[in-house]
């Protein structure tokens, strides 16, 4: 089992940029494959970005390319989501998890983080 731990949320004006950490518990998580979702208010969980076990693949959707960039450090058992150039719309509720194979689909992935906010003020 993986226990996944977010943090980095706050608020931030629009421009600006904040970094998301999701620390994992475990010696096995070099194994995991781990993704960023995020979910605003009224909205369903959104795919973000997603980083294979070595960290040689990343992925991330059509919306953050050039302004997100996920990457992992398997000693210290963290992936990160850097998020720069922020607007409103990257508001939402950000949930890292881990699975075997990366990718979009949520199934993908059995264990979750309980999310951290993100609120960038216009």
């Known amino acids: 089992q993986v226990q996944l731990v977010e943090s980095g949320g706050g608020l931030v004006q629009a421009g600006g940029s904040l970094r998301l950490s999701c620390a994992a518990s475990g010696r096995t998580f070099s194994r995991y494959a781990v993704g960023w979702f995020r979910q605003a208010p009224g909205k369903e969980r959104e795919f973000v970005a997603a980083?294979?076990?070595?960290?040689?693949?990343?992925y991330d959707t059509d919306s953050v390319k050039g302004r997100f960039t996920i990457s992992r450090d398997n000693a210290k058992n963290t992936v990160y989501l850097q998020m720069n150039s922020l607007n409103a719309e990257d508001t939402a509720v950000y949930y890292c998890?881990?699975?075997?194979?990366?990718?979009?689909?949520?199934?993908?992935?059995?264990?979750w983080g309980q999310g951290t906010q993100v609120t960038v003020s216009s």
């Open positions: 980083i294979s076990r070595s960290g040689g693949s990343t």
């Open positions: 998890a881990a699975g075997w194979v990366a990718g979009g689909g949520s199934e993908r992935y059995d264990y």
